[in-house]
Every structure is written in C-alpha cells, then in structure tokens.
C-alpha cells in the first residue's frame, strides 16, 4: 500500500487568522483561515489526496476505490469513519460552546457526538481558554447566567503554553481563546452548540445563532477532569515517543524524530501523521512522500514498515482497539 498525501478542506470562521497559510503555506485565499481539515471524510470538510495515483480523489472516494480494509480491523465496529483531525487558528476567542454525547447526537442531529483532544502548537504569551466550570452550577443558575452575561465567571480558565495537551469529553463546556493556534484531534462530527458568543455578529449583521436549550440539556455542570492526559516520553530508536491521549475513537502520541524511526502500520487501523515541526521524508515498501510543516499524510492499514526521516515532530493517530 502507498503512503498517500491530503490536502485539507477550510473554514473561513470569523475568529480565525491567517496563520495557517502565511506560516505553513496552505493553498487558501480566504481572509481568514480559521480551520484546516487534515483528515476528513465530514461532508462539511471532506479532504483529498494530492499527487499519485489517487490525485484529486476526496478521501472517501479513496476508500469507496480501494474498500474498509485501508483503515483497518479497528475500524470496522464504527459506522462512518471515526476520526477528523484540523488544524485551528484561533485570531480571536471561539464561541463558549459543548458537544453533545454520541447517545443525544444520534437521537436528536442524526450524527455522532464530539470527544476531542488539542494539542497546543503555538500561542501568543498569556493566551488561554475554557474548560469546564470552575465549581458545582445548576442548570438553572448556568442558564441565567447566559441570559445576563456573567456565564464566564464561572468557567474554568487555563493558560496555555506550547506543547500543552487537553482532553474534552464530549458535555464538556469550553472555548479556544484567542491568540492559540492548534492540531485538534477529534470524534468526526460537526456537531456544536454555542452558549454564549460576545454578542458578534456573522456576516448578515445578525448575531450569531446561540443552541442554549440543547446545550443546557448535554452540558457538565461540575467541574471536569483537567488532569493531563500526556504520558511519560519514552526513547525509541531514532527519537521520542510520548501518548497524548487515548480513548475508544482515537489513540493519539507525538513522535520526535532525530535520525530515522521506523514505525510498523499493521492490519488493524491506518496511521495519520500530521507533522508540526521540521521536514523530512515518510518511506513505506512502495512510495516515498517528502514532507514539511503542516502536511497531512495517511498511511492505510496493512501497509507495514514505515520510515521517517527527520528532524521533525510528528503527532500520529491510529484508532484503537475496543476496550
């Protein structure tokens, strides 16, 4: 199997900068560039393959041509395919907001609910968000809160720093501040609701639309679990490796590579390597890819010896077995 590059889709939200073309050179004239979608088969967002053979195909044409066993036995116990990995910029604070679970998404949107991870890649100094409450609300006060503005003040509130990790369970209440750019790793779905949005105003003029009935409905109201995720670094020939996080949809580490590291894509689930820092070359048994800051690259499942070649730092997920 050849290892193959994505090209993402982009989301022109109003808080977003232009970081992600003007750094990492992604092909986007939008004004702002708040999203990237590395890996996506989200109807909203879908990513394609870029040169080969496969060029131009969205990345579920790729697997609709070449059948589920690119991605893997894990994934097989998953309707739709789990996963969607972006890149965020975030030039102005993103709305307070949750995610449903998958048991109220798949009743009430028709779609999956939404755990995800951030991996911080880079901030501005003193930059923050939002996760979770900072201490035990009800509905009811949370609700009013809404209604008169005070809702921040009782949100948890973090300082950020590169390199830092998150982890938001999916009835999480949070927001990506502004000034904090990120690689988000996260259930594939599209599903948001906004609870408070600074009084902005989209494009139209009109305020932007506000979910506060479902939101009260799926929201946490004690504080949530802000224990880092991340795992010991471990050294491996060629470099580091180091778990970022884990859960039944994705398993996600940040590999450093100094010299060459050798990683095995077996049978049961694709690899996706997302590369933060530096440039370097990916090599499998049938193609070599070169890559650089901000490349998306899927490796199908099955594929087997697969060589990097640094330095550069590389966040790879795979989907895990169930637990």
């Not at 501005?124 to 996760?131: C, D, H, K, Q, W």
């Amino acid at each position: 199997m050849k290892l193959e590059k994505l090209t993402p889709a982009f989301k022109d939200y109003l808080w977003g900068g232009t970081k992600l073309r003007d750094v990492y050179h992604k092909p986007c004239d939008f004004d702002k560039v708040a999203e990237s979608w590395e890996l996506s088969t989200h109807p909203a967002g879908e990513s394609r393959l870029t040169g080969g053979e496969y060029d131009g195909l969205t990345l579920n044409q790729y697997i609709e041509k070449l059948g589920k066993q690119v991605l893997g036995k894990n994934t097989a116990r998953f309707e739709n395919f789990p996963v969607l990995i972006k890149f965020i910029d975030a030039k102005d604070p993103l709305s307070i907001q949750v995610h449903p679970s998958d048991e109220y998404a798949l009743r009430v949107e028709h779609e999956y609910g939404k755990t995800e991870m951030w991996y911080v890649m880079d901030c501005e100094p003193g930059a923050f968000l939002y996760f979770g409450v900072n201490r035990e609300v009800t509905r009811e006060e949370f609700a009013q809160r809404i209604e008169n503005n005070t809702v921040l003040e009782v949100l948890n509130k973090e300082e950020v720093h590169p390199g830092d990790v998150f982890f938001i369970e999916s009835g999480t209440i949070h927001a990506i501040g502004a000034g904090i750019l990120i690689c988000e790793i996260q259930q594939n779905s599209n599903c948001t609701y906004r609870v408070y949005d600074y009084d902005r105003r989209g494009a139209d003029g009109k305020p932007r639309e506000l979910h506060v009935e479902k939101a009260l409905e799926v929201s946490r109201f004690t504080p949530s679990d802000t224990a880092s995720h991340l795992k010991p670094v471990e050294e491996v020939p060629g470099g580091t490796r180091q778990g970022l996080g884990h859960c039944q949809y994705f398993h996600t580490e940040k590999l450093e590579v100094t010299g060459e590291m050798e990683l095995n894509v077996g049978e049961d689930s694709f690899a996706s390597l997302i590369v933060l820092t530096g440039s370097g070359t990916a090599a499998g048994p049938e193609n070599q890819v070169e890559f650089v800051p901000g490349d998306s690259l899927f490796v199908p499942a099955g594929t087997g010896k697969v060589t990097l070649s640094g330095p550069c730092t590389v966040v790879k997920t795979t989907v895990p077995a169930a637990e």
